[in-house]
């Protein structure tokens, strides 16, 4: 046996059982031998789409994802991904076939390359060490929550494993050196509880490293008994969907009662979440005399993005329930009669008014996102690109929890989002997929269309299309910058769709959105690409906040 089976044999015995990326001569062999042993592959038709899908796919299954790529330009082709993902910590196995001749046009230094970028590297040395090699590198992506590029280099893939040395058929088990959930310290909890027990208006902001149902039933019981209003950052978005005393996401998409909330708060805790520019709008969010406390189970994060009153290094749900342990009286907190009146009534961007500024040319993209949360089903899961639309999507279609919403904007690359969707689409097949992209992403991304039509997904990509990379434009633009070189003629996107399979439809007002309300009550057996001719007279929002400081 070649090592390149016996490691994708071991691979898929050890927990892979999804693997995606574009097959090519170096990692042929060892894609084949990880679907004969009954991984599912997934062809994507780039490797940068390849490499976010397997992002996405690890994020919203909760599971460790692989991608496989060709040496050289097949790894340089998925670098963006493998960058957003390394930048999430997401458990993502990144298997690269390597030359190492000095003369193949293939050669690059992979493992300078990864590091670069944030990757853990990794390579397979010998026959006799390389399943035990590739294990180790799945065992690291899995239980240090890191993106590990595994090189593999061809001349080692070609050897054969020495007679004794069989392919590992066992799940791959913690090594003695996993770290346990972190226990925080008793006089931390104890410094907690106190300050819980001082606040009058708590509220808990929960971030990536809480984003489980333990953590989250743990944080809600913990808020509960001291009056506590709940946030999310953006990627734990939907996290306490539900909760009468939920404020949505905190930052530069909250809505204005939640930033007034948010700001009128005496105590912010921080749960598995980094606090940082974001999540708090370049610290406007903290109150001038706001006790910051952060609660995360990296040492090393805790006051890394701003001052704070508390860290404590500890597991999120294990903090909260020995915090719940520690017992105390149920107090009112920030859960006043007059806050549940507010956060009913005009707690949502929706139930804020605004002025529609659509014409008989171009719908508002406010009043398309409204109607796109009335129209598709409720249990839906929702990737979002990156660019001056994305506020939209984000703040106005509900989801059902933080498996809802796949947010891969770590590095902020525009054209993540279609191919952020597939892979989350794939983790939640019982849920509709909602893709939402602006026009540059959606045309950067256009090749993975193919994959959406291939794969039978019946996904709904809402293309918010304002024929510019609207964020410069309305950056530059209020200054008198010439802006041709980010606007461009109108592209019909939807004919461009059609190409590829799906049904589609432009909508310039919401009478077109009737296409849609079809598509929902019929049978959906080909996707639907809406190509949304939205307003362009003004920039988001949140667009010149996120600017600063870019």
């Not at 003695?176 to 909890?189: D, F, G, Y």
């Not at 969907?241 to 909250?254: H, N, T």
């Not at 996102?369 to 990156?386: K, T």
């Not at 989350?424 to 193919?450: C, F, I, N, W, Y």
């Amino acid at each position: 046996m070649k090592v390149a089976e016996a490691v994708g044999r071991a691979l898929t015995a050890s927990g892979i059982d999804h693997v995606f990326g574009v097959v090519g001569s170096g990692n042929f062999h060892l894609t084949n031998a990880m679907v004969a042993a009954g991984a599912r592959f997934v062809a994507a038709r780039h490797e940068g789409g390849a490499a976010t899908m397997a992002d996405a796919y690890a994020r919203t299954s909760g599971s460790v994802a692989a991608l496989s790529v060709h040496q050289g330009p097949g790894l340089t082709n998925a670098l963006t991904g493998i960058t957003e993902a390394a930048k999430s910590r997401t458990p993502l196995l990144v298997l690269a076939a390597e030359a190492t001749a000095q003369r193949s046009n293939f050669r690059i230094e992979q493992a300078v390359l990864g590091h670069s970028v944030g990757a853990v590297t990794a390579r397979l040395t010998t026959a006799h060490d390389a399943v035990e090699q590739a294990r180790a590198a799945l065992r690291r992506a899995r239980y240090e929550r890191r993106t590990v590029l595994l090189n593999l280099p061809l001349e080692v893939q070609a050897l054969d494993v020495p007679a004794g040395v069989a392919p590992a058929a066992v799940p791959l088990s913690a090594p003695e050196s996993a770290p346990e959930q972190a226990e925080p310290s008793q006089s931390a909890v104890a410094d907690l509880v106190r300050a819980l027990e001082r606040s009058r208006r708590p509220v808990f902001v929960a971030g990536r490293g809480a984003r489980t149902p333990a953590a989250r039933d743990a944080l809600a019981a913990l808020a509960d008994r001291h009056g506590a209003l709940l946030a999310t950052s953006a990627v734990a978005r939907g996290l306490f969907q539900g909760s009468p005393w939920s404020l949505d996401v905190s930052g530069g998409f909250a809505s204005p009662l939640a930033t007034e909330l948010i700001q009128g708060a005496d105590l912010i805790v921080g749960w598995g979440c980094a606090l940082n520019t974001w999540t708090m709008r370049h610290g406007s969010l903290i109150g001038a005399d706001a006790t910051v406390v952060q609660v995360d189970d990296d040492p090393e994060a805790l006051g890394a993005h701003r001052e704070i009153t508390l860290g404590l290094t500890g597991d999120v749900e294990r903090t909260a329930r020995r915090a719940l342990e520690a017992g105390g009286e149920e107090a009112v907190g920030y859960r006043t009669p007059g806050i549940a009146e507010a956060l009913a009534t005009r707690g949502r961007w929706r139930d804020v008014p605004y002025e529609d500024e659509g014409t008989r040319e171009r719908i508002d993209p406010r009043t398309l996102s409204i109607a796109l949360d009335d129209i598709l089903p409720a249990e839906r899961v929702v990737g979002v690109d990156s660019g001056n639309f994305m506020g939209y999507p984000s703040a106005y279609l509900s989801v059902p929890d933080h498996d809802g919403f796949c947010f891969t904007q770590a590095f902020q690359s525009i054209g993540l989002g279609l191919a952020t969707t597939i892979g989350a689409a794939l983790a939640q097949p019982d849920r509709l997929p909602v893709a939402a992209l602006g026009d540059g992403g959606a045309l950067m991304s256009a090749v993975e269309l193919d994959t959406v039509r291939r794969l039978g997904l019946p996904m709904v990509v809402v293309v918010y299309n304002d024929e510019a990379y609207g964020a410069e434009v309305h950056h530059f633009g209020p200054d008198g910058f010439p802006l041709d070189t980010v606007t461009f003629p109108e592209t019909d996107i939807a004919a461009v769709a059609r190409g590829y399979g799906f049904e589609a439809v432009t909508v310039r007002t919401p009478a077109d959105l009737k296409a849609v309300q079809d598509w929902v009550a019929g049978p959906r057996s080909a996707p639907l690409l809406i190509d949304a001719k939205v307003t362009r007279d003004h920039g988001a929002w949140w667009l010149e906040e996120a600017f600063r400081g870019h």
